[in-house]
């Protein structure tokens, strides 16, 4: 197939069909239907999701979603913490939410303003927030944030949109 100016289209549900690889034995599909890219708005606040008073310096945050599977980066600047609630600081926002049973996690490049952490911060995704780990010890929690918290990181997981 040659397309000297423009795009392959499929209709909805339809793909690049992979089929004439080997089957794994659990095997649920070999057809390639769906990819995506943009943009999302991350929202550092606590897992309790009662939320005012926030303001932030910036907030740059892509994705790529390749079949079920979800890529996040993201650069978020708090100015003003505000009000938030909950136990857990968590990134709220995401584009698409987490499969249950297929959680998700990343890992944080750089981080400043969080109080009481051990250096190493990760995440894990579940239903529609990624929690802050503490070095693999434990939740961040909504109190470690201030008003200049800052995270920069990738988040990997699975959706079943």
């Known amino acids: 197939i040659d397309i000297p ?4 289209s499929f209709a909805a549900g339809h793909g690049i069909n992979f089929s004439a690889n080997a089957n794994a034995t659990d095997m649920t599909g070999e057809t390639l239907d769906d990819y995506e890219t943009g943009t999302w708005t991350p929202s ?19 994705y790529t979603k390749i079949g079920s599977f979800v890529f996040l980066s993201c650069d978020a600047i708090l100015t ?12 709220k926002g995401l584009p698409f939410s987490v499969v249950t049973s297929h959680m998700g996690g990343g890992s944080v490049g750089y ?12 995440f894990y995704a579940a239903g529609n927030q990624v929690y802050l780990m503490n070095g693999g010890t434990g939740y961040v929690q909504r109190t470690d944030l201030t008003n200049t918290s800052r995270i920069i990181g990738t988040i990997v997981y699975q959706t079943g949109v």
């Not at 100016?5 to 392959?8: K, R, S, V």
């Open 5 to 8: 100016n423009g795009n392959l």
């Open 111 to 122: 981080h400043a303003g969080i109080n009481n952490n051990s250096g190493t911060l990760t």
């Open 80 to 91: 003003t913490l505000g009000s938030i609630n909950g136990s857990y600081a968590v990134i």
């Open 44 to 62: 550092l606040q606590g897992d309790g999701g009662t939320l005012s008073g926030q303001s932030y310096a910036s907030r740059v945050a892509y």
